[in-house]
């Protein structure tokens, strides 16, 4: 399940906040998020950060964090858990598509969560793309497209019906590694694993964890 990437979802925020989030903690997902961030440093903005469960775990090395979250109660969550974190970090409001940040001002980005329910992958990418230095790169971990085309058949139905509106903007079966690479990412890890590991496997259990480098000489 997604954190919520638009605006005015009072009711979804409240339930992520209070019950999504710490069920993800308890199947395991700190571990995904410590080897999401492990290796930044310098300058990174997060996108979609919700209420702030990657901070604890961003290096020391990272000299600033820019977290955007367009969702009010999440964003004013994420506010609150910056103010005791070692890394020095800003939480905003934006969105993925319009990312508050000038061209090629950060080392990295991260986005954890939040490409499955983003209105526009594509241009949400494109603006990672943009606020990236030359070289600079993407950590991503997200819940994509199943292997298996009776899932995939099963994802399509979900997303076409219930699951958006129930699960604030979510899609389970979006091809996010190749919205990645159209991007103009170059993919340099890849990991892709089910998560919650559970015996019946749910639509939003595919997942990918890995890195992207914007090449150095991609335009703008």
Not at 59 to 86: I, K, N, Q, T, W
Not at 98 to 112: E, T
Request: proline letters at 9%; aromatic letters at 6%; charged letters at 25%.
């Amino acid at each position: 399940m997604a954190k919520v990437p638009a605006r005015g979802r009072p009711v979804f925020s409240r339930v992520y906040a209070k019950y999504a989030g710490p069920a993800l903690e308890k199947a395991g997902v700190s571990e995904h998020r410590r080897r999401l961030v492990a290796g930044l440093s310098g300058e990174v903005i997060e996108i979609g950060a919700g209420n702030g469960l990657n901070f604890p775990f961003y290096p020391p090395a990272v000299s600033r964090l820019l977290a955007v979250e367009p969702e009010p109660r999440l964003r004013a969550l994420a506010g609150r858990r910056a103010d005791g974190m070692v890394v020095r970090t800003e939480v905003v409001d934006g969105t993925a598509e319009r990312l508050p940040a000038p061209d090629a001002s950060f080392d990295a980005a991260v986005v954890s969560l939040a490409l499955c329910s983003v209105a526009d992958p594509a241009a949400a990418l494109a603006e990672v793309h943009r606020v990236l230095r030359p070289g600079g790169r993407l950590h991503f971990f997200e819940h994509v497209r199943a292997d298996s085309p009776r899932m995939r058949t099963v994802q399509r139905l979900l997303d076409a019906t219930v699951w958006p509106p129930l699960c604030g903007g979510c899609h389970t079966g979006r091809d996010t590694l190749g919205s990645i690479r159209a991007a103009g990412f170059d993919v340099t890890e890849l990991d892709r694993f089910r998560f919650p590991d559970t015996a019946v496997p749910t639509p939003a259990a595919t997942h990918i964890l890995g890195t992207a480098v914007r090449p150095p000489g991609a335009a703008r």
